[in-house]
């Protein structure tokens, strides 16, 4: 069946550094690629999305290229914040839902 | 302001007590689901709605009740709980649902259930 596989956390950055947080994905067909952010405590906000191959889906500084080739769809953000820190979920579109990667904690220092 | 609000926010029950977590969303959004989050493994699918008395199994159904008689409500129901339901549980809602939908999905807040 259809998945997620994303890098395993906690990923520990130093502010001004640059992210990549890996995400790879099984499905059939040609699914929609979503990143979501978990800030702590709270339930989880869309932060971008790709709907088909090539796609580049950008907010807040992060992006994300949604690669049929390599079946990825891999975060960046060329500089990190404090505020970053949060769970951020890799997951795709599989007619009635969504499947969710594992989640990857990022924690930045000052 | 749209959103998605569950309550409580915080629940410590016993084995066998039923309970209720409700969720509400004003966005009047046809799709609704469940997700329980448990850690090393994300989010998953407890029950979905695609419509007013339209649900239907997700990943996890069992030990799980949901009903779906407004369009705005969409309660997870426990009969019976059970340690092995102590978790993180989450409520979304979106416009549409359907194959290769990107809508996006608005979550609530979470609600933490602690079954001893």
């Known amino acids: 069946g259809d998945s997620v596989t994303q890098m395993e956390g906690p990923v520990t950055l130093s502010e001004e550094a640059f992210l990549t947080i890996n995400c790879t994905y099984t499905?059939?067909?040609?699914?929609?690629l979503f990143w979501y952010v978990q800030y702590p405590g709270e339930g989880l906000q869309l932060l971008l999305k790709?709907?088909?191959?090539?796609d580049k889906g950008s907010n807040k500084g992060f992006e994300a290229t949604y690669r049929k080739e390599t079946t990825s769809f891999h975060l960046e953000k060329g500089s990190v914040q404090v505020s970053d820190s949060a769970v951020y979920f890799c997951?795709?579109?599989?007619?009635?839902?969504?499947?969710f990667g594992t989640g990857t904690r990022l924690q930045v220092f000052p | 302001e749209a959103q998605v609000t569950q309550n409580p926010r915080y629940l410590i029950t016993v084995t066998g007590k039923k309970l209720t977590v409700t969720c509400s969303q004003n966005?009047?959004?046809?799709?609704m689901s469940w997700y329980r989050q448990d850690p090393g493994l994300g989010l998953r699918q407890i029950y979905y709605s695609m419509n007013v008395e339209v649900t239907d199994k997700g990943d996890v159904p069992e030990g799980y009740k949901v009903s779906r008689k407004e369009k705005r409500n969409f309660p997870l129901i426990l009969e019976s709980p059970s340690p092995n339901q102590t978790s993180l549980y989450f409520c979304?809602?979106?416009?549409?649902?359907?194959?290769?939908?990107?809508?996006?999905?608005?979550f609530g807040p979470g609600t933490r259930l602690t079954v001893l």
């Open positions: 499905a059939t067909g040609y699914p929609s």
């Open positions: 979304a809602s979106s416009l549409s649902p359907g194959s290769g939908s990107t809508d996006t999905q608005y």
């Open positions: 966005m009047n959004h046809e799709y």
């Open positions: 790709a709907t088909k191959a090539d």
């Open positions: 997951a795709l579109d599989n007619t009635d839902k969504l499947i």
